[in-house]
Structures are given as C-alpha cells and as structure tokens.
C-alpha cells in the first residue's frame, strides 16, 4: 500500500516539477530580455543626453544676426476666364471615340494610399525617474478635442538674448517631465495619423496651453521638436521670441532666413519686415535632426463636422458630405509646391461617396474607357472660376477641397482627376505644368493612341481634366510645341523636368 502511495506521489510531481521548470525557465528570459531592455534604453539615453550636451555647447557660441528675407509665389499664370470646351467639328486628330456603356454595379478597383514611416517613440523606462502630479491640458484641434496629461513645469526665461535662452535649453532639456510631453505628443501624432505640418500644429497649440506667454511657447514648442528630430531654431528681437523649420519642400509667401544656404521658415503668421528687419537665431544644429515635410501621405484622423454639397453629372445628381475639420486643417497649410497636392489621396469619406455613384458606372467598361468617364466627370461636375476671380489670390487645392469650394480651375482638377484615376483603376499618372496652363497624362500602355508625352522610357496619353469634352489622348493645339515641366508625385522626390 506504501508503495503505491509512493508511486502515485512521484507520478504526480513529476508534472509539477515539469511545470515549476518551465516557470523558471520563462521568468528567466523575462529577467534577461527586461535587463536588456534596460541596457538599451540607458544607451538610448546617455546617447541623447550626449547630443545635448554637443548641442548645449554650440548652442551657446553660434548666434549671429540675420536679415529677414521674402519667400513669394511663383509668378501667377495667366488662365482662361471661362472653361475651355472644344468646339463641335473641332479635329481630333482621329482619335478613337470613347463609347462608354449605361450605369451598372461592378466594383472598381481601390488603392490604398501608402503609409507614413512609422515614428521613433521614446520607451517608458526611457523617460527619467520624476514624480511629479499631472495636470490635463485639453487642444482644440482643428475641431477635434485632443488631451494631454502632463507634469511639465517650464522654467522662467531669465533674459531675452542669447545667454537667457541658451541656459532655458539647459535647464529643460533633461527634463523627464519634457520626455513624458513629448513622447504623448508623439503618440497623438501616430493614433491621429498626423505628418510633420499636423505635428508642428499639435506642438505650439499644446505648448501655449501650458505657459503664461507666446514667448515660452515657442520655447517650450522648440525644445520639443528638438526631442521630436526636427531640425527647429529660435531666433529673437528686443521683444519676441520666433520659432523656424527648415523644409524639404518650398514655403512661399513667408519669411525666412538662410543659414548655410538653407531656408529656415519662420511660422508666425505675423511677422513682416516692417515688425522685424533680423533676428539673432543660433546656428547650431541638433545632432542628427531633420527638416520637415509637407507631403500627406495620409489624411489626419479629426472628429466629423460633415456639410452636404449637392453635385450633377449626366443628369444624375448626388451629394456628397465633406468634413468641415479636415477643411480647416487644410485652411492651415502653407502654400507649396504643386508636387504636395498632387501627392496627397482623397480622403475615406469622399472615396467611399464617389464609390457609390461612379462605380456602377463602370460596369464592363475597358481600363481606357473607365479614365475616359473619370476625365469627362471632372471635366464636366464642377463649376469653373480662377484662384484670382474667387479668392483674389493663387490657391492649389487639395482633392477633397474641390467638394467644398464653389469653383476650381486648371491645376485644381488636374491634381482630383490624378487622385481618380489613382483610386478607380490603379494607373499611374504625373501632372504636365505648361506656362499658362495645367493638365496631366496617364501611363495606359505603348499601344494606346493619341497624344502622349515620354516621361523615364514610360508612355502618357495626355488627358486634360479643363476642357470640355476633350477626350482621352488630346492635347490641345495651343500646346503642341511647349514643352512642360512634369510633376511626378508617384515617387518622393522633387518635381522633375523632361
């Protein structure tokens, strides 16, 4: 009988024994992966806070004087006052006509717009051992209600020159209470989908909810970007502290200084030279920091503010909401390069819209006949009236702002109907910039007729989104010796010649 007590007692721990191993062996590797978690982290900070310290140091001796210099537009193209339309008998150089079918239900095909590079965030452990009370700051952004939970106390700026601001730096920079901030801030940028534009936004929106002045905004704005990796400067006047970015893409109608024959764009709306002739900015530069970029490879994510807009094409009408907060954000951008808006998708909620109208109509239809509706519906949707005639000065819209504004000319429709032909069929196009107009081309293939344009050994068939009833492959005459500049918007690069 002992016996078998015995033996049912040993059956019976060899399992726990198994499974008492098996604990130990996982809460080893837990300890080994947290130990080296820890050690990386360390080095992550040590190495940070020797980039402070390089920085601190430069900081401190490069700050020179510098005249404030203007940034405009490119010289306003001249533009039809009225839609262009061809005129019936007009040659068409025996292009083929586009029969295209009555309404039906296939589905086109949907391209979705290629991801932003994810973000570096700073780990928990990472961010120092401060235990401080938090107070909640809440932004309105762009209509949209964004908190932030934060200890961050900044110090007092004890002077308005160089040394005042150099020993803010100091005193903040360290500041585990600064991490906690910033690294919030970056996680608000990655849930909200937010590019370098929207994240400059969040920052000295943010920054002026926790201080008493515009001044330590910006300083406080500055010293997060720092922490952010853009390449943010300060300068200052007698009374003002002012916040500059450098930019991979032209900013115009700003201000701005040059350092190293690099334009660092100043971001208060208000400057002008009559206010500030030079500023004293530092030279130095954050180790390893970027300049920002202007392209939205993604829409942010903001709260819905929907308005109706009612559109007609071929006689069917239908509606469209558009959100009124993504509008604003939109408000809030600088003027730019073409490239920008080429290069920036619909948003879901209009795509989705113009899922349910143009999709039926697509049934059956050849890939040439489905651009060739895409160019006759922005061709023909949208009522036409120049940047100067509505707005009294140049404006490029972004694809989803056509929904919202009464009126769009050349450029505007040519960077919708890339977007469309992007989204319905998957065909890559690039925008043509003539001196007095816009319009674009689309790569269907070396055995597709009519006027094309050889951009890197590929074939475009012109397709101009302006004038009536002008079909796929149709260059208008007034053209046919000019040769464009091509905006390529497929690849991230600048704009390109031929």
């Known amino acids: 009988m002992r016996l078998k007590t015995l033996l049912t007692t040993i059956v019976l721990a060899i399992p726990f024994y198994g499974f008492c191993q098996y604990d130990s062996i996982v809460n080893q590797m837990k300890r080994e992966f947290d130990a080296f978690k820890k050690g990386i982290e360390q080095e992550h900070q040590q190495f940070k806070s020797r980039n402070d310290s390089i920085f601190s140091a430069f900081l401190k001796e490069s700050w020179e004087s510098f005249h404030l210099l203007y940034k405009p537009k490119p010289a306003e193209k001249p533009k039809p006052v009225v839609q262009p339309a061809l005129r019936q008998g007009e040659d068409l150089k025996n292009l083929p006509t586009e029969t295209i079918p009555a309404d039906s239900s296939s589905v086109g095909r949907h391209i979705i717009p290629g991801k932003q590079q994810n973000e570096s965030l700073p780990s928990e452990n990472f961010l120092g051992t401060e235990k401080v009370s938090e107070t909640s700051i809440t932004v309105d952004y762009f209509g949209t209600p964004l908190s932030v939970s934060t200890s961050l106390a900044p110090p007092d700026l004890s002077n308005l020159d160089s040394k005042g601001i150099s020993a803010y730096f100091d005193l903040i920079s360290g500041s585990a209470s600064l991490m906690q901030f910033t690294k919030k801030l970056l996680l608000l940028k990655k849930e909200r989908k937010l590019n370098d534009w929207g994240y400059l936004q969040l920052v000295r929106s943010s920054a002026r909810k926790i201080t008493h002045s515009e001044n330590e905004a910006e300083l406080i704005s500055w010293v997060t970007l720092l922490k952010s990796g853009i390449n943010a400067k300060v300068g200052y006047t007698t009374d003002q502290v002012l916040l500059m970015v450098p930019s991979f893409e032209d900013i115009y109608v700003s201000w701005y200084i040059k350092i190293n024959e690099k334009p660092y764009y100043i971001l208060n709306d208000g400057t002008t030279k009559e206010k500030v002739s030079s500023l004293i900015v530092h030279k130095a530069d954050y180790p390893g920091n970027l300049p920002v970029s202007l392209e939205l490879n993604e829409l942010p994510i903001l709260d819905k503010?929907?308005?109706s807009r009612e559109f007609s094409f071929r006689d069917n009408k239908f509606t469209i909401s558009v959100n009124r907060n993504l509008m604003d954000f939109f408000k809030s951008y600088p003027q730019s390069n073409m490239r920008v808006f080429f290069a920036t998708p619909l948003s879901l909620q209009i795509s989705q819209s113009l899922d349910t109208f143009l999709v039926p109509k697509m049934k059956n239809l050849t890939e040439r006949?489905?651009?060739?509706?895409?160019?006759?519906?922005?061709?023909?949707?949208?009522?036409?009236?120049?940047?100067?005639?509505?707005?009294?000065?140049?404006?490029?819209y972004f694809p989803d702002e056509l929904f919202f504004y009464p009126f769009s000319d050349c450029e505007d429709r040519s960077i919708l109907f890339t977007r469309l032909v992007k989204h319905f069929t998957g065909l890559n196009c690039i925008g043509l910039d003539y001196p007095k107009h816009v319009n674009t081309a689309v790569a269907m293939g070396e055995n597709a007729s009519g006027d094309f344009i050889r951009y890197k050994k590929t074939k475009y068939l012109i397709c101009d989104p302006t004038y009536i009833n002008a079909p796929v492959g149709y260059l208008p005459k007034e053209y046919n010796d000019i040769k464009p500049e091509v905006i390529n918007f497929e690849q991230n690069h600048q704009d390109e010649d031929l």
């Not at 060739?372 to 404006?395: C, H």
Request: charged fraction near 30%; proline fraction near 0%; glycine fraction near 0%.
């Open 369 to 396: 006949q489905k651009v060739a509706l895409l160019l006759e519906f922005t061709q023909k949707a949208f009522a036409y009236k120049t940047d100067r005639d509505q707005f009294n000065r140049e404006k490029f």
């Open 305 to 307: 503010s929907l308005v």
